[in-house]
């Protein structure tokens, strides 16, 4: 297994555009997260799936985000008319089950994520 | 609300020792996660933390203290391939991780 893949490592697109990044996790993981990252920040939590089900998503999520995992394997996030204030890095990370491996510490392990620029 | 708070900066001498402090409040707690962050590139595992005590993993080690709500990380023999950003991160009563800024770590020959 190679870990995860993200594609594409680099977008940029102009205000207004949608823009769709892909996450591949570990084949072996259930669970797939989406955070975005800014310079200078921890990695803010967007949304995770365990298989195919999107168990939650946060608040501060507009509308114009939305994401998917439709065969719990691969998962892909849209964003629609996009804003200056969405360039950032979008990263995908998976892990196990909780209580599976790792001691209980259910660690993730994450894509080298997508920069988005909006210009 | 829930916060984690770590310095933005330190500066450390290759071959020296580095102790990056994080303080949490958070609502419940199920471990603390320390995760190195090379520019430009993804988070990497580095240790975790559940109990009370020290975890020695290498040239790295974690200790955390649940009562006072405080964890290090500390770094010994620093190399210059350890200059990088380094989050803690709390895992809280919804199994949620909540991120620190990170403290951005560079290293001085």
């Known amino acids: 297994d190679t870990g995860v893949s993200q594609d594409p490592r680099h977008k940029i697109t102009k205000r207004g555009q949608n823009v769709t990044f892909r996450c591949d996790p570990i084949s072996e993981h259930n669970r797939l997260y989406w955070y975005r990252q800014t310079l200078g920040q921890g990695p803010e939590f967007l949304t995770y799936?365990?298989?195919?089900?999107?168990?939650?998503k946060s608040r501060l999520l507009s509308d114009r985000f939305s994401a998917e995992r439709p065969k719990g394997s691969f998962s892909t996030l849209e964003i629609q008319r996009t804003e200056q204030g969405d360039s950032a890095m979008y990263l995908c990370?998976?892990?196990?089950?909780?209580?599976?491996?790792?001691?209980?510490?259910?660690?993730?392990?994450f894509g080298a994520g997508s920069r988005l620029t909006v210009l | 609300g829930q916060n984690i708070d770590q310095p933005t900066e330190m500066t450390a001498t290759e071959g020296a020792i580095v102790q990056i402090n994080c303080t949490y409040q958070t609502s419940g707690f199920n471990g603390l996660f320390w995760y190195q962050q090379h520019a430009g590139e993804a988070p990497t595992f580095l240790s975790y933390?559940?109990l009370d005590g020290l975890e020695e993993k290498g040239r790295f080690s974690s200790f955390l203290s649940r009562s006072k709500g405080y964890s290090y990380l500390l770094l010994k023999e620093l190399q210059m391939k350890d200059s990088a950003s380094y989050l803690c991160?709390?895992?809280?009563?919804?199994?949620?991780?909540?991120w620190g800024a990170g403290t951005k770590l560079i290293i001085k020959p």
């Open positions: 799936f365990q298989n195919e089900a999107q168990l939650e």
């Open positions: 990370a998976s892990s196990p089950l909780p209580g599976t491996g790792d001691s209980g510490a259910n660690v993730l392990t």
């Open positions: 933390n559940v």
């Open positions: 991160a709390v895992k809280d009563s919804n199994y949620q991780l909540i």
